[in-house]
């Protein structure tokens, strides 16, 4: 869609790059605090609606840059945000997994609700949204952190997120889904 990145970068949104976080970090005076989807497009694709899939173990490049920066991390979880819109299931997702094993990304189908009407559209489902924010997990600056030192905290901040899932479930979430971290 054309100038639909130039939207997105006028109300300031910025690359997920590794590149585009070390200059907002690396700002003098400070005052940036990137807020990153650390799940991606992967995150997007949960066709499960009893399960909250959170692409997180093998993403460690955030952990490293904010080590690198001293930059602290803070855990949110988003409750609500599974419902409001339905993902293809049977035929429409068997071609969705042969695509993705074919060119490594899948597209992600989804459906919400119309403009007038509330049964098909590209529309989120009326549905809240509910987001908690948790304690902010300082950290030390290190420029050449270990792998040690990246797992350790790339630990916490998992712990600190189930932590916070698990406390403020029963209020905002659905104690029927199951949190999956992969």
Request: glycine share 10%; hydrophobic share 40%.
């Amino acid at each position: 869609m054309p100038a639909f990145r130039e939207v997105f970068l006028s109300f300031g949104a910025v690359s997920s790059s590794r590149t585009s976080m070390n200059n907002l970090l690396s700002t003098p005076g400070g005052g940036c605090a990137p807020v990153l989807m650390v799940g991606g497009v992967p995150e997007m694709d949960n066709f499960q609606q009893d399960k909250i899939r959170l692409i997180l173990r093998k993403r460690k490049g955030f952990v490293k840059i904010a080590l690198r920066h001293g930059a602290s991390l803070v855990p949110t979880f988003s409750f609500g945000e599974i419902g409001l819109f339905k993902q293809a299931d049977g035929c429409v997702r068997r071609v969705q997994e042969t695509v993705r094993k074919t060119i490594g990304i899948a597209p992600v189908i989804f459906f919400g609700r119309g403009w007038i009407q509330d049964t098909f559209g590209i529309l989120p489902q009326r549905k809240p949204i509910t987001v908690v924010v948790g304690k902010p997990i300082d950290v030390e600056k290190n420029e050449n952190p270990s792998d040690i030192e990246i797992e350790e905290l790339h630990e916490r901040y998992v712990k600190d997120l189930k932590s916070l899932y698990n406390e403020y479930n029963p209020q905002f979430g659905d104690t029927n889904m199951k949190l999956i971290i992969k």
